[in-house]
């Protein structure tokens, strides 16, 4: 594996954002992120949404390239 592979990921840009309803315009904190990414328990819910695999999947993705 090469060592930039996250310049050669393709995210579906604002996929995130449509799931849980927020705007474009509106910036995820990392503190939201990490919520979303480290829930365990089920049935649990962020902005009125259920968390998914899915959700989860992405708001790391997320994590993984705000520290970069």
Do not use: C, D
Request: hydrophobic fraction near 30%.
């Amino acid at each position: 594996m090469t060592e930039k592979w996250i310049q050669n990921a393709s995210p579906k840009k604002g996929a995130l954002h449509r799931q849980v309803g927020y705007p474009e315009s509106r910036k995820f904190t990392k503190e939201e992120l990490e919520r979303i990414a480290h829930s365990n328990r089920k049935g649990a819910t962020f902005n009125n949404h259920t968390i998914t695999p899915l959700m989860k999947h992405r708001a790391n993705f997320a994590l993984n390239i705000w520290r970069r």
